[in-house]
């Protein structure tokens, strides 16, 4: 025998309308039981993201649920107010049980249909849950290592300072990682999780390189105390052939040779004198940058370099009377060999050029070089010849010479 009472003949109208209007509310029923669960689940989720991330993947899906969520207040609340309107536990007239039983049909499709939202929300947004929590799990790992980075190359920097080494650049570097870190500490519920994983590459790359730094001060600290002192020694030794000078060799020149070929060494004592100053300058400058108050070794470096690059235009002026004269002794005692060299490199040039394809430009200037060989001869036919105009022609035209054979090569080259 069934539980459900049947219609009575009299009145089967309003029995049958108000067993209408309590089937369709516990069909609602059911489905505010289905969405409350299934809002709670998302509201777990989403209060899982909050404080993890605030990022643009948390950002977008809080919008996404906004409307979502809206939509299952509003379709709660109004299934809640049908209760109060429609008490079908009593014996309800034949409108009132009508109308409740369309209005409970009407709500419980109004929460099927939310929670249909519902899932294709969590269907949509299932790959960025999963994201964020998988960045969480690197986030993890990446923080343990960016707070050990940080961690070792704060010893390292303290200990440096302790044992008297100023560490400026590697403390820089640890002060913005310790900026990186904090970034991190307060996590990506704060900065987003993007953010916040990129600050852990940052902090550990800025505080490696920390470590790096400081680890290559007391070589560098060697390095220079090295060179300034090679550099002094080097000094004191140009000075002092700077002092005894190179008069006999001007004396030679003047009295072997025409003017031409001595008289851009005639300011040479000015131009050392010079020369040496500056090098004593910036090599003072290089002491004090490297001095234990200071120990500012890349300026140090930049000192020694220009010093080095001064030194060596001194050495070049002190030596370049003897160079010179001994130059000119060469080429004057046997002009013949100089231009046999020179005449030699143009043949070469000339053998290549026939052998095969060839520019026109580079038959224009192999004859352009002949005819200065003939000029350069013609140079010796003077009473006193230029032989350093006479040297610098020749060897000019070897030079030459030998960037045409490259050219031509260059050219046949496949």
């Given at each position: 025998m069934s539980d459900v009472p049947q219609p009575r003949w009299w009145r089967r109208r309003r029995d049958l309308a108000l067993a209408a209007a309590r089937e369709a509310q516990a069909r609602?029923?059911?489905?505010?039981?289905?969405?409350?669960?299934?809002?709670?689940?998302?509201?777990?989720?989403?209060?899982?993201?909050?404080?993890?991330d605030a990022g643009a993947i948390a950002r977008r899906i809080r919008l996404a649920w906004a409307p979502v969520s809206a939509a299952a207040d509003a379709a709660i609340h109004a299934y809640l107010e049908?209760?109060?309107?429609?008490?079908?536990?009593?014996?309800?007239?034949?409108?009132?049980?009508?109308?409740?039983?369309?209005?409970?049909?009407?709500?419980?499709?109004?929460?099927?249909?939310?929670?249909?939202?519902?899932?294709?929300?969590?269907?949509?947004?299932?790959?960025?849950?999963?994201?964020?929590?998988?960045?969480?799990?690197?986030?993890?790992?990446?923080?343990?290592?960016?707070?050990?980075?940080?961690?070792?190359?704060?010893?390292?920097?303290?200990?440096?300072?302790?044992?008297?080494?100023?560490?400026?650049?590697?403390?820089?570097?640890?002060?913005?990682?310790?900026?990186?870190?904090?970034?991190?500490?307060?996590?990506?519920?704060?900065?987003?999780?993007?953010?916040?994983?990129?600050?852990?590459?940052?902090?550990?790359?800025?505080?490696?390189?920390?470590?790096h730094?400081?680890?290559?001060?007391?070589?560098?600290?060697?390095?220079?105390?090295?060179?300034?002192?090679?550099?002094?020694?080097?000094?004191?030794?140009?000075?002092?052939?700077?002092?005894?000078?190179?008069?006999?060799?001007m004396r030679a020149l003047r009295r072997g040779y025409v003017e031409g070929c001595w008289r851009d060494l005639e300011e040479g004592?000015?131009?050392?004198?010079?020369?040496?100053a500056d090098a004593q300058r910036d090599l003072d400058s290089a002491l004090l940058a490297a001095s234990d108050a200071q120990q500012r070794w890349e300026e140090a470096r930049s000192r020694l370099a220009r010093a080095r690059e001064a030194l060596t235009a001194a050495e070049a002026v002190v030596d370049a009377p003897r160079n010179r004269l001994a130059l000119l002794d060469r080429v004057s005692a046997d002009p013949a060999a100089v231009h046999a060299r020179a005449r030699f490199a143009v043949r070469d040039a000339q053998k290549l050029l026939m052998s095969g394809p060839f520019y026109g430009r580079h038959a224009r200037a192999l004859d352009a070089l002949a005819e200065r060989l003939d000029g350069a001869q013609r140079l010796l036919e003077r009473?006193?010849?230029?032989?350093?105009?006479?040297?610098?022609?020749?060897?000019?035209?070897?030079?030459?010479?030998?960037?045409?054979?490259?050219?031509?090569?260059?050219?046949?080259?496949?």
């Open positions: 609602a029923a059911i489905a505010l039981l289905e969405l409350d669960t299934a809002q709670r689940s998302a509201f777990s989720h989403l209060d899982f993201l909050a404080n993890v049908a209760l109060d309107r429609w008490d079908v536990t009593t014996d309800l007239e034949l409108e009132e049980a009508s109308a409740a039983a369309a209005g409970f049909e009407g709500h419980a499709s109004a929460m099927s249909a939310v929670l249909a939202d519902i899932s294709a929300f969590s269907e949509r947004f299932t790959s960025d849950f999963v994201s964020v929590t998988r960045s969480l799990d690197q986030l993890r790992a990446r923080r343990s290592a960016a707070e050990e980075a940080v961690a070792q190359a704060g010893t390292a920097v303290a200990e440096a300072e302790a044992g008297g080494l100023i560490a400026r650049r590697a403390r820089g570097l640890l002060d913005a990682a310790l900026e990186h870190l904090r970034v991190v500490q307060e996590g990506p519920v704060v900065h987003g999780m993007d953010t916040v994983l990129q600050a852990c590459g940052d902090a550990v790359a800025a505080a490696h390189e920390a470590a730094d400081v680890e290559k001060l007391p070589e560098l600290r060697r390095q220079v105390q090295t060179s300034a002192a090679s550099l002094r020694t080097r000094l004191a030794a140009v000075q002092w052939r700077a002092e005894r000078g190179s008069e006999q060799e004592t000015k131009r050392v004198r010079d020369a040496l009473a006193h010849p230029d032989w350093l105009a006479y040297a610098q022609n020749l060897d000019a035209i070897v030079d030459e010479a030998r960037g045409l054979v490259v050219d031509i090569r260059a050219f046949r080259a496949p």
